[in-house]
C-alpha cells in the first residue's frame, strides 16, 4: 500500500495531551496538518490546548511567527475525549500514553478497531515496538516515532522498525517526519533504541555521581555541557523529561540489558517524594520560577 502523506491531505491523531502530546500536535499544526488531540479527561485537554497556545505565542512575541500564522495552526487543532471520534478518518494516529505496554496495546486495539486503515506510531522511548504490535489484526502498520522533549526545541525523531513494520509504512514516517521539520533515524527494534540506551548511561552515572557526594548538580550538568558542548546537562534533562519516566525505562532496561541500567537508590526515592521534575516543580533542582534553580534541599 502506497500512502501520500501531505500537510493538505493528511489527518493526524494524537492520543494523549500531556507533555509529549501535546508537544507533538503543536509542531504538527504548525506544520500545517489537520490535528486532533485526545485525551481522556478535559481538563487534560485544555491544559494541553493552553500549553499549545502558550508555545505559539512565544513563536510570535520572538517575531519567528506572524499573528496570522499562529491563529492559522490553532484552527487546525481539535479536541475531544472520544479516542473513535480522534481516529476516524485519521490517516497517521500517534499515541503519547505513559510507558506501559498494556496500555499501549489497548490503545492500538482501540485504534484499529475503528479504523484499521491507520498508521499507527508509538512514542515509546524503550519498550519493543513489535510486541505493541501484537495487539492488531495490522502489525505491519505499527511503527515506534519517538520525538523528543519538547518537540518544538528538540528536531530529532527516532523512527523504530517493528519486525513486521512495512517498508511503505517506514518510508510514510519518513515523509511526516520531514514535513514536520524532523532530523530522521531509523533503528531496529531492540531495548532502548539508540537513543535511550546512549542518553540514559550518562543520566543515571549523573545521579549516582549525586549519590556519592562527587559534586553538586549544577556541577555535574556544567561538566557535560562546557566540556562536552552538550546543550543540557543530564540531571536538567532528567528533570524535564520527567524522574519518574526515566525510572519506568531504566527499570524496563535492567530486565532487558543488565546492571548498567540499574536504577540509582536516589532515583527511586525521589521518584517515591513525587520529586518527578519539572511537571512536578521539583526533582534535582527547583522549577517553581519556569527556570532550573538549585533547591533549598540537597537530594
Do not use: C
Not at 502558550?54 to 510570535?60: C, I, M, N, S
Not at 506572524?66 to 485519521?90: I, M, Q
Not at 533515524?185 to 537513543?195: E, R
Amino acid at each position: 500500500m502506497t500512502y501520500r502523506i501531505s500537510p493538505e491531505t493528511t489527518i493526524l491523531a494524537v492520543l494523549g495531551a500531556g507533555t509529549m502530546g501535546h508537544g507533538i500536535a503543536q509542531i504538527a499544526v504548525a506544520a500545517g496538518f489537520q490535528t486532533r488531540l485526545q485525551d481522556i479527561s478535559e481538563a487534560a485537554i485544555e491544559r494541553g490546548r493552553g500549553r499549545i497556545a502558550a508555545v505559539l505565542d512565544g513563536g510570535v512575541s520572538r517575531g519567528k511567527s506572524s499573528p496570522e500564522a499562529r491563529d492559522a495552526a490553532l484552527a487546525r487543532l481539535s479536541v475531544t475525549t472520544d479516542l473513535a471520534t480522534a481516529v476516524r478518518g485519521a490517516d497517521i494516529v500517534i499515541e503519547a500514553a505513559p510507558e506501559r505496554t498494556e496500555l499501549k496495546q489497548q490503545l492500538l486495539a482501540a485504534v484499529h478497531a475503528a479504523n484499521p486503515g491507520a498508521i499507527f506510531g508509538t512514542n515509546t522511548s524503550s519498550l519493543s515496538v513489535t510486541a505493541i504490535a501484537s495487539a492488531s489484526p495490522h502489525p505491519e502498520r505499527v511503527v515506534g516515532m519517538h520525538f523528543f522533549n519538547p518537540p518544538h526545541i528538540m528536531k530529532l525523531l527516532e523512527v523504530v522498525r517493528g519486525r513486521l513494520t512495512s517498508t511503505e509504512v517506514i518510508d510514510a514516517t519518513r515523509t511526516l517526519g520531514a514535513a514536520l521539520g524532523r532530523e530522521l533515524i531509523v533503528v531496529s527494534d531492540s531495548a532502548g533504541f539508540a537513543t535511550s540506551r546512549l542518553g540514559l548511561v550518562i543520566g543515571l552515572e549523573a545521579i549516582r555521581m549525586l549519590e556519592q557526594g562527587v559534586a553538586s548538580a549544577a556541577e555535574i550538568d556544567l561538566a557535560m555541557k562546557s566540556g562536552y558542548r552538550h546543550p543540557m546537562g543530564p540531571l536538567e534533562l532528567t528533570d524535564l523529561v520527567g524522574l519518574d519516566v526515566r525510572l519506568a525505562i531504566a527499570e524496563h532496561l535492567h530486565r532487558e540489558l543488565g546492571e548498567v541500567f540499574r536504577p540509582p537508590e536516589l532515583l527511586r526515592r525521589l521518584v517515591a517524594d513525587g520529586r518527578f521534575g519539572k511537571k512536578s516543580g521539583l526533582g534535582f533542582y527547583d522549577w517553581s520560577s519556569g527556570e532550573a534553580r538549585a533547591p533549598a534541599d540537597n537530594p
